[in-house]
């Protein structure tokens, strides 16, 4: 079991079980490349603005002996440190137990290696299930680099750099979420999600996931306007359900190239891949894919 400890004013210490590494779960995929996170490679240090309940706040994150040390540019009162400390440990997954995970991987004992010297286990997620929805959308049938401008730009109508709050861009409209952010045919969606964040229909999604079988939870997921099976399963991967699988085009390809000398498979046949991984299958699969990305994209040797 994991505690918390606040110093007085604006610095918390979180603690996580082990094993975690910061800087594996940062470059878990490409959420820390977007507003309004920002990482410092070098220094190692994960910043993003936050909108907490006494106001804006920049915050900056650092590893410690235990977990995190987070530190704020103004004084927190009760509120905000107990809001402050409910988003960085959802953010960064700091209460998922992950100490079976490369266990579970003894099926794949390269990927087994691989994984437990990179630090492999937690993925980033945003602060709120409907910064994720709202990311996931945009980046859906779409380059990763186009999506990051229209998150960008998403993220520009938030108050002093923080992720604009759903009321926010249900007054920007579909109108200029298409003409400004560049989200095309995504507009109705986006606003979709922003009003599943205000009647909280996203909150019940995220309250009950622990709970719910896999199926069940992809299909809630499912159910909200511009997610699909993958994205459900991304979703469901970043409220910590470790069981659900995410099968894109992009996985195809992979799992042709690795496990499948060049044909393409089944979702099937995947599945049957990473079932010896059980209660771990999900995160398997996916941290096969993102080890795989990051090798194409250079980020394997930071």
Known sequence: MTTDAADAGARLR????????????????????????????????LRRVESLPGGVASVEIRSSSAGVSVSVDRPLDARDRAELR?????????DAHVAGFIEALEYDAPLAEDLARHGAGRLLAGTTLYEDVVKTICGTNIAWRQAVACIGKIGDWGERGAFPKPDVLLRKGADRLRSEARVGYRAPYILSAARAALDGTLVEIEAEA???????????????DGIGPSSAGFLGLLLGRFDLLVIDSATMRHAAQVWFDGRRPTRQEIAARVAPAGEWRGLALYWAMVRAWQRETGLESR
Do not use: C, I, N, Y
Request: aromatic residues 8%.
């Open 86 to 94: 409910v988003r960085v440990r959802r953010m960064l997954q700091l």
């Open 210 to 224: 622990p709970d719910l079988g896999a199926r069940e939870l992809a299909k809630r997921l499912e159910s909200l």
């Open 14 to 45: 979180l603690a996580a079980s082990s094993p975690f590494r910061l800087a594996a779960v940062v470059r878990s995929h490409g959420w820390f490349q977007t507003t309004p996170f920002t990482w410092d490679e070098e220094a190692e240090v």
